[in-house]
């Protein structure tokens, strides 16, 4: 029974029961609508009869929210990992040099002169910190969103996930995700890991399956 539990699907995520000071905003319920979504989709029981005996943690399908690219539930390891994000971009108010935007920023992702601010987005993780400490309204979050990444693990051959959607909004994350379990339900074989199709079938295959199921077309 305990490896019953073990490779039942999960989807974890930031504190459930209280909101962290870095998080762009509360991801609590996408996490339950993919909860949700799993079940629909039967993943658990179809996991059931085509994992091998015994079934190891390694088996599971797993997925994690987080609500800032501190990224403390590791969606980059998992086979499917969300996280939010905030664009910073300029604002309506004025630039009055104090400075707090550059202090905010970890990434030494802003520069500043007579001017105002300026976000080199190379450097910039879509953190938000600067708009947020903005006092004038010079800076402000310019789109927020989630990144998507799938194919993570760790294990024997370890893999950070690819990024297969910038700054989408949730349900662009919900169809990702349906997509995605789809996929592994119609083309996985008996005792494959989602990370082991994902590498059979190629990530790209998987990403135009995802960009199509946005779209609406067939990939
Ligand atoms: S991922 Fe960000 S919001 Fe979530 S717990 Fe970590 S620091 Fe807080
Ligand atoms: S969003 Fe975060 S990383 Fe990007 S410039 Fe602002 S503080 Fe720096
Ligand atoms: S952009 Fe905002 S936080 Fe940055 S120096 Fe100007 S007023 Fe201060």
Redesign the pocket.
């Known amino acids: 029974m305990e490896n019953r539990g073990k490779r039942q699907p999960d989807v974890s995520g930031c504190n459930k029961n209280a909101t962290c000071p870095n998080s762009l905003g509360r991801a609590e319920g996408l996490r339950r609508r993919m909860e949700s979504l799993l079940e629909e989709e039967g993943l658990a029981a179809w996991v059931g009869r085509m994992l091998p005996e015994p079934a190891l943690a390694r088996h599971a399908f797993r997925a994690a929210t987080a609500e800032c690219p501190n990224a403390c539930s590791r969606p980059q390891i998992k086979d499917f990992g969300v996280i939010q994000r905030s664009l910073p971009g300029k ?1 309506g ?10 202090k ?1 920023c970890c990434e030494c992702g ?1 520069t ?1 002169d007579a001017r ?2 300026a976000v080199d987005l190379e450097l910039c993780v879509r953190c938000g910190a ?1 708009a947020k ?7 402000r979050a310019e789109k927020k969103g989630f990144s998507v990444y799938i194919g993570g693990r760790l294990g024997r051959h370890p893999r950070l996930g690819v990024e297969v959607l910038e700054l989408t909004d949730e349900e662009g994350v919900l169809l990702a995700l349906r997509a995605v379990v789809k996929g592994y339900i119609r083309e996985g074989r008996r005792g494959e890991r989602f990370g082991d199709l994902a590498d059979r079938l190629g990530l790209g295959r998987l990403k135009a399956e995802i960009e199509a199921a946005l779209s609406g077309q067939p990939a």
Do not use: K, Q
């Open positions: 604002g108010g004025a630039c009055d040099n104090c400075g707090l935007c550059v905010a802003i500043l105002g601010p600067c400490v903005c006092p004038t309204g010079a800076l």
